[in-house]
């Protein structure tokens, strides 16, 4: 995604189609990213490596929660 981050491409989807959610995937570790300021407390991510079930049981969580994930990202942009 040249020019563009992650949560840079998360907000604009989520301003395309409201409720949308978001999962965020790196292989940055997830203390990295929250020091660094990348993703908003509360927005679901996913480190790298994972199995198939882990990736199942955060898509399933991400899809039960709230709108948490697409207010996080809506507040920054």
């Not at 563009?4 to 995937?25: E, I, Q, T």
């Not at 940055?28 to 929250?34: I, K, R, S, T």
């Not at 990348?38 to 199942?56: C, I, Q, S």
Request: glycine share 10%.
């Amino acid at each position: 995604m040249p020019g563009m981050s992650g949560p840079d491409v998360a907000r604009r989807l989520v301003a395309l189609r409201a409720g949308l959610k978001v999962l965020f995937v790196s292989g940055y570790a997830d203390a990295a990213l929250g020091q660094h300021g990348v993703l908003e407390p509360g927005v679901a991510f996913l480190a790298k490596p994972f199995t198939v079930r882990e990736l199942a049981r955060k898509i399933r969580a991400v899809l039960d929660r709230a709108g948490v994930e697409a207010e996080s990202l809506t507040r920054r942009a």
